[in-house]
């Protein structure tokens, strides 16, 4: 499951899709195979919990490791430009690629070993795999064209700011082209409500970090915290900065709400403390999608599998709170020397 969000992420802007309408139907399947359901305590632990408590983990991994993977990226790679750090999909990715990929093996692991499964085996997942997907026949022209369109967005997304073509305009194109081959139909467009509710709701926090950030009122907080770290080495600044941007999400209920109110802020106070640009800017930024698991409400996923049944709160506080450490450590330790190997510290 952990493979399967990673080869969707990249070309998946929106994690709660990725998570609640790819990822989680296939694990309540495999766990209902099992008689694992929400309805008892000793059912859902059988590995309905597991499962689904180690996606919501998964999914936030993944969703660091691409702009394109979670809706609140762009923004952070839009406010790192404006302070002049040039972000791209590529130095993302490739900053990203060891501690993204660290963490989907031992976040399974530690999962198996803070919150295991009473069941360890199934071995009827996979032959109910293969009848399904003989039912389902020869891969489909509609299939093709999606998997052709999907190669074609990763493209002009990696290589769009050599060729002059943002990441806006990269996914248009890749509208036109399902609409045009009829993949999609309007129809099918105008019935999402979940994606127009999304749209209108971003661009109105987006438009509003903005204004505030015309008016002054950015650089004004900016200049606040930077004064409460001013004089510390920059390290010792960084490290405050980040683990206060990471667990003040205990407050937000969107990962792209606290990225649209306090990235630029952090990032202009972690870089006024001597924190290399580039380095603060995509830590920062990877940091906006790892606090999407700290409690029930924090992100889309994360409630998509509240809503499930499966993981009770106390068992979301307390185990939320011990991965998180996990998955802080991988990205600042192993993250933070891949990044300096890289030669993103200067």
Do not use: C
């Amino acid at each position: 499951m952990a493979a399967t969000d990673l080869i969707l992420a990249p070309a998946t802007p929106s994690n709660t899709a990725r998570a609640g309408g790819v990822v989680y139907p296939i694990i309540r399947s495999i766990a209902e195979v099992q008689s694992s359901t929400p309805e008892t305590n000793e059912s859902r632990r059988k590995l309905g919990s597991y499962l689904t408590f180690t996606a919501s983990h998964v999914n936030v991994v993944t969703s660091a490791m691409f702009v394109t993977a979670m809706a609140g990226n762009p923004v952070a790679q839009q406010a790192a430009v404006d302070m002049g750090i040039e972000v791209t999909w590529g130095n993302w990715a490739l900053a990203a690629i060891v501690p993204g990929l660290l963490s989907l093996a031992v976040v399974p692991w530690a999962m198996s070993k803070i919150y295991g499964p009473t069941v360890t085996k199934t071995p009827e997942a996979p032959d109910m795999a293969r009848r399904e997907l003989a039912a389902m026949g020869k891969i489909s022209r509609g299939e093709v064209t999606m998997i052709f369109t999907f190669v074609l967005l990763l493209v002009l997304w990696i290589f769009g700011s050599s060729i002059g073509i943002d990441a806006t305009t990269a996914a248009f194109v890749g509208i036109a082209i399902m609409l045009i081959t009829r993949v999609l139909t309007w129809k099918d467009m105008a019935a999402n409500g979940s994606a127009w509710n999304t749209l209108i709701f971003f661009a109105v926090l987006v438009g509003m970090a903005g204004h505030l950030n015309d008016l002054g009122v950015i650089d004004w907080i900016g200049s606040v915290v930077s004064g409460m770290v001013g004089g510390m080495p920059w390290g010792l600044a960084f490290g405050i900065l980040a683990i206060v941007y990471f667990y003040v999400h205990y407050l937000f209920a969107s990962n792209t709400a606290q990225i649209v109110a306090m990235y630029a802020v952090f990032l202009a106070a972690a870089v006024a403390a001597g924190t290399p640009p580039l380095f603060g800017a995509l830590a920062f930024g990877f940091i906006g999608n790892l606090f999407g698991t700290l409690m029930h409400y924090s992100s889309g996923p994360a409630g998509v599998i509240y809503g499930s049944g499966y993981v009770k709160v106390n068992e979301w506080v307390r185990v939320a709170f011990i991965m998180s450490i996990i998955l802080v450590l991988i990205w600042t330790v192993v993250g933070g020397a891949w990044m300096a190997l890289l030669g993103m510290w200067n």
